[in-house]
């Protein structure tokens, strides 16, 4: 199977090593070098439809990257499209839902498919809408954050919340719900507390697992950017 290390402590690289006749898909634009016994092929991972259910619902590309090892072992280094840290999954045993944009590379044999979620959290999250990712098969899994990536262990009877914009991925047994706020109160005041304490969209986490979360909030630093450039054009 292909080897997954991360290199560097700081926007680290994804190192995979194959051999003859393996191959990985990446999100599009992850190849930074490769060997040339590898082939570098855009592909719809799991048909059409998959790959359009998951441009809908995460703002995944159409087409992924498949590099095959056809002209013998290689190694291939990849890069997230954001600046980050990248997290080295396995799956199998345990089977992981992904945030937007969270996904870098698979081994073949993962599968990442798209299933519905509830409308609550559909139009309150930020993690795809109706539809959400989720891992199936088995293999490696390597997913990419904005910032530092931690992982928080969940216990039951001891719930976590998080920032919506700062989850990259948990593990597909943990219980999760989507709300507007910390608070216990109506929908209203929630909505009311998010924007007086600005923290938006969080998610309150129950069960046994972990959650992978991200130091640097990409919504709201897009938003700081769109603001600067507001204010240097006013002047």
Known sequence: MPDFKVIGSIDPFLHVTLRRGERIYAESDAMVTMDATL???GKMQGGLMSAIARRLANDESFFMQSIEATGGDGETLLSPNIPGDIEVLEVGLQQYLLN?????AATDAVEIKV????????LLGGTGGFFIMETSGRGTLAVSGFGTIFALDITPGNDVIIDNYHVVAWDGRLRYSITTSTSKSGFLAGLVGSITTGEGIVNRFSGSGKVYVCSRNRSGFLGWIANTLKINKSR
């Open 115 to 122: 299933r519905t979620q509830g409308i609550g959290q559909a």
């Open 39 to 41: 082939e570098l092929k």
């Open 100 to 104: 937007d944009g969270a996904f870098l």
